[in-house]
């Protein structure tokens, strides 16, 4: 499965009332509403699918919900949509001891890895530091290959 943002523009004027009517709408699909440059409203969903058809299909259907034009329907992977608006991914996330349980070291040699540059750490807050996963997995594959 794969998510996709879905964008939704109505013929109708961005209010106050419109655009809470398009967010309590389709409220379990995280949305997000604002005016378009044309006068109009669009909605943004975030939907789990298989493709982008069938995920077109489902934003077909959610689309009549709303007794309004349907002017526009966009159908993005959400890792384009981040693209396209210029958001860099966030890596996933793991702490000195997972690194250290994926390596098969103690959480000591991950920190004296991070001050040597080996690895390379994230400071969140006073005493925690995170290293991006996919760092630590080439890190395991360069150690297994020695």
């Given at each position: 499965?794969?998510?996709?943002?879905?964008?939704?523009?109505y013929q109708m004027p961005p209010t106050e009332e419109s655009g809470e009517l398009l967010?309590?709408?389709f409220a379990t699909f995280h949305p997000a509403s604002g005016p378009v440059g044309n006068g109009n409203i669009d909605v943004w969903l975030t939907i789990q699918g298989a493709d982008?058809?069938?995920v077109s299909q489902l934003a077909t259907g959610l689309a009549s919900k709303v007794q309004r034009p349907l002017?526009?329907?966009?159908?993005?992977?959400?890792?384009?949509?981040?693209?396209?608006n210029g958001l860099t991914p966030v890596p996933e996330?793991?702490?000195?001891?997972?690194?250290a349980e994926m390596l098969g070291v103690?959480?000591?040699a991950?920190?004296?890895?991070?001050?040597?540059g080996k690895l390379h750490?994230?400071?969140?807050?006073?005493?925690?530091?995170?290293?991006?996963?996919?760092?630590?997995?080439?890190?395991a594959a360069r150690k297994a290959a020695d």
């Open positions: 499965m794969t998510e996709y943002n879905i964008r939704l523009e967010v309590d709408t982008a058809y069938d002017i526009a329907l966009e159908v993005l992977p959400t890792t384009d949509f981040d693209l396209r996330l793991i702490s000195t001891d997972d690194a103690t959480r000591q991950i920190d004296k890895q991070i001050k040597t750490g994230h400071r969140v807050g006073e005493r925690t530091v995170v290293l991006a996963r996919a760092d630590v997995i080439a890190a």
